[in-house]
Every structure is written in structure tokens, then in C-alpha cells.
């Protein structure tokens, strides 16, 4: 099982940019796909952004589109999501997750495709 290690978070004013970065150990990173979540306080864990093991093809959810940009390094084992224009509603803790599946052609978006999670850092966005 990989092991993901998330740095970045912090605690920024609403318009400000952020760039996270997912670290990982284990010689299958550049095999799977990758995806970022996040968790509300009282809310469910939802997907943020995704991209395939070749770094051909990503995919967000509706409110990243535009301002979030994800990306990864196979050589650094390393992935990251630079967020730009950041809204109060971006707090949450952010999660990295590697696909369960290997060279999955398409990028998927529900937790129970994702084996390997990390601990997630906090990004707080004030008004």
C-alpha cells in the first residue's frame, strides 16, 4: 500500500492561491491515478480534482474548474493542486488518494476506487 503524506495547507485570505503537494512512497505511484478530496466540517468527503498515472487527462469538480489546477511529477513520486481565487467555502481538509487499480484509462471520483489515503492538511480561507 503507498503511503501519502499532503503539505501546503495554511490559513490564507479569500483571493489568495494555494498550492498543495501529495508526497508518496512505493515504487507504483507512476502506475495509478491520483485524486484530491476534501472534507467540510459537517460535511461528507468529496472529490476535487483527478488525474490519470500518465498525467495525460485530469478531471475536477464543478467548483474547481477554472481555479484549481492539478498536476504530477512520476519521477518526484509527487502530485499537487495549485488553487487559485480561494473562497471561504474551499476550507476544508484536503486529502490525497491513489487509485486502487493500476493504469485505469479513466479517471474516477467516489472513495471506494481509492485504496491508499493520506492524512490530509487543513487550508482555512478567510473572508
Known amino acids: 500500500q503507498m503511503q501519502l503524506v499532503e503539505s501546503g495547507g495554511g490559513l490564507v485570505q479569500a483571493g489568495a492561491s494555494l498550492n498543495l503537494s501529495c508526497a508518496a512512497s512505493?515504487?507504483?505511484?507512476?502506475?495509478?491515478?491520483m485524486a484530491w478530496f476534501r472534507q467540510a466540517p459537517g460535511k461528507e468527503r468529496e472529490f476535487v480534482a483527478g488525474?490519470?498515472?500518465?498525467?495525460?487527462?485530469?478531471d475536477y469538480a464543478y467548483y474547481a474548474w477554472g481555479r484549481f489546477i492539478v498536476s504530477r511529477d512520476n519521477d518526484k513520486n509527487a502530485m499537487y493542486l495549485q488553487m487559485n481565487s480561494l473562497k471561504p467555502e474551499d476550507t476544508a481538509v484536503y486529502f490525497c488518494?491513489?487509485?486502487?487499480?493500476?493504469?485505469?484509462?479513466?479517471?474516477?471520483?467516489?472513495?471506494?476506487?481509492?485504496?491508499?489515503w493520506g492524512l490530509g492538511t487543513q487550508v482555512t480561507v478567510s473572508s
Open positions: 488518494a491513489a487509485d486502487r487499480r493500476a493504469f485505469r484509462a479513466v479517471i474516477v471520483t467516489t472513495e471506494n476506487y481509492f485504496g491508499s
Open positions: 512505493g515504487r507504483t505511484f507512476g502506475s495509478v491515478a
Open positions: 488525474i490519470t498515472w500518465n498525467g495525460r487527462n485530469t
